[in-house]
């Protein structure tokens, strides 16, 4: 088998990504033998060239809703009136329900259960409606590091019903549960850092989880915001919801130390309702974000904040970098960063 890398599955082509079906070895392809059981890999069973696929997922206004419930409640997802004014014309769906989609499926089977997420990079390449949201998901293992023991996966979710459009596109790096947790002393540096944020530039919301919709002249580097939600279970009910997962390690009352659900997805939409709140929804892109994992996530209180750390500013847009950080307990949870692009509106860009 040739060099297996990202070129080998996917292409370019001015805005649209295709999935480049014939590259895929129908021999390397590993299914669940029954939907409802996820598949328990060993490092030594994987290889690169390893795919799999799961056909025909919508992403329903339900969908959008118990997300919403767990603290995004911008207006772009959930107003057809706001949505009407909006670039894209009507409500798409959280950039983040994708993703969950993508990840509780894909998880079942590569690398599967006893993996946990320790990094992953979300390009987003299309909005994403609601009234026309039919998903096939793929997921191809392009390495595997015996001796780091880490498995990297290339994910694509792609809209069936438009011409095999792909709208999200991830690349993830996945360890043996067991040895999750042990990073370097960067983190001590991360959390030092932002215990020093400067309180005169923390912007302060009206409420949490409220939308501000602030206008894009308000935002300037430095600036920072926090939310300090609760990690409650009712969360996880509704993200299981939302991602079809079904698994007794995740929803039963006797909740492993492991916490492999609570950490990657819980932490993505509390940081994600931080930025919901933050950001103007009018015509905002949620262009890509790379996320580091941590330490396992814990029921109880988060401390999400999210810098801004660089503004680059051109006649009819405006993009921002921000770093975000989720803190509990005086541990490190995740940091991250993220890519936000918007227009400027048409009176200020003349």
Same mark, same amino acid.
């Given at each position: 088998?040739?060099?297996?890398?990202?070129?080998?599955? +996917?292409?370019?082509?001015?805005?649209?990504?295709?999935?480049?079906?014939?590259?895929?070895?129908? $021999? &390397?392809?590993?299914?669940?033998?029954?939907? $409802?059981?996820?598949?328990?890999?060993?490092?030594?069973?994987?290889?690169?060239?390893?795919?799999?696929?799961?056909?025909?997922?919508?992403?329903?206004?339900?969908?959008?809703?118990?997300?919403?419930?767990? #603290?995004?409640?911008?207006? &772009?997802?959930?107003? @057809?009136?706001?949505?009407?004014?909006?670039?894209?014309?009507?409500?798409?769906?959280?950039?983040?329900?994708?993703?969950?989609?993508?990840?509780? %499926?894909?998880?079942?089977? %590569?690398?599967?259960?006893?993996?946990?997420?320790?990094?992953?990079?979300?390009?987003?390449?299309?909005?994403?409606?609601?009234?026309?949201?039919?998903? =096939?998901?793929?997921?191809?293992?392009?390495?595997?590091?015996?001796?780091?023991?880490?498995?990297?996966?290339?994910? %694509?979710?792609?809209?069936?019903?438009?011409?095999?459009?792909? +709208?999200?596109?991830?690349?993830?790096?996945?360890?043996?549960?067991?040895?999750?947790?042990?990073?370097?002393?960067?983190?001590?540096?991360?959390?030092?850092?932002? #215990?020093?944020? =400067?309180?005169?530039?923390?912007?302060?919301?009206?409420?949490?989880?409220?939308?501000?919709?602030?206008?894009?002249?308000?935002?300037?580097? #430095?600036?920072?915001?926090?939310?300090?939600?609760? +990690?409650?279970?009712?969360?996880?009910?509704?993200?299981?919801?939302?991602?079809?997962?079904? @698994?007794?390690?995740?929803?039963? =009352?006797?909740?492993?130390?492991?916490?492999?659900?609570?950490?990657?997805?819980?932490? =993505? &939409?509390?940081?994600?309702?931080?930025?919901?709140?933050?950001?103007? $929804?009018?015509?905002?892109?949620?262009?890509?974000?790379?996320?580091?994992?941590?330490?396992?996530?814990?029921?109880?209180?988060?401390?999400?904040?999210? +810098?801004?750390?660089?503004?680059?500013?051109?006649?009819?847009?405006?993009?921002? @970098?921000?770093?975000?950080?989720?803190?509990?307990?005086?541990?490190?949870?995740?940091?991250?960063?993220?890519?936000?692009?918007?227009?400027?509106?048409?009176?200020?860009?003349?």
């Amino acid at each position: 088998m040739s060099e297996i890398t990202i070129e080998n599955y +996917v292409k370019e082509d001015k805005r649209t990504i295709y999935l480049k079906r014939k590259a895929l070895d129908e $021999a &390397a392809f590993i299914g669940l033998q029954d939907p $409802a059981i996820p598949l328990h890999l060993r490092m030594d069973h994987i290889e690169p060239g390893n795919w799999t696929a799961v056909r025909g997922r919508h992403i329903t206004h339900n969908d959008v809703l118990l997300y919403a419930s767990c #603290g995004d409640r911008n207006k &772009a997802h959930l107003s @057809d009136e706001f949505a009407a004014e909006s670039p894209f014309g009507e409500i798409i769906a959280h950039g983040m329900i994708a993703v969950f989609k993508q990840r509780l %499926l894909g998880r079942r089977v %590569l690398p599967g259960m006893g993996f946990i997420l320790t990094e992953q990079e979300k390009t987003f390449t299309a909005p994403v409606y609601v009234s026309s949201s039919v998903m =096939d998901y793929y997921e191809i293992v392009i390495d595997v590091d015996r001796k780091k023991h880490k498995v990297t996966t290339l994910g %694509l979710s792609v809209l069936n019903n438009e011409y095999d459009k792909i +709208v999200l596109k991830t690349i993830s790096t996945y360890v043996p549960t067991a040895i999750f947790g042990s990073h370097s002393e960067s983190e001590k540096k991360i959390l030092a850092d932002i #215990g020093t944020l =400067d309180p005169s530039k923390r912007v302060v919301f009206d409420a949490e989880g409220v939308p501000n919709h602030f206008s894009h002249t308000f935002f300037k580097k #430095g600036l920072w915001a926090m939310l300090t939600p609760d +990690v409650q279970m009712n969360y996880v009910y509704a993200l299981a919801g939302i991602g079809h997962m079904k @698994d007794k390690l995740h929803l039963s =009352d006797e909740l492993t130390g492991n916490m492999e659900f609570l950490l990657p997805c819980v932490d =993505d &939409a509390f940081r994600s309702a931080v930025l919901g709140t933050l950001l103007p $929804a009018m015509g905002s892109i949620y262009q890509s974000e790379t996320t580091k994992f941590r330490h396992p996530l814990k029921l109880g209180r988060l401390e999400s904040r999210v +810098v801004m750390d660089a503004i680059e500013e051109n006649p009819r847009a405006l993009a921002m @970098d921000l770093s975000a950080y989720s803190v509990q307990k005086g541990v490190l949870i995740s940091s991250s960063k993220t890519k936000i692009y918007f227009p400027k509106p048409m009176e200020e860009s003349s």
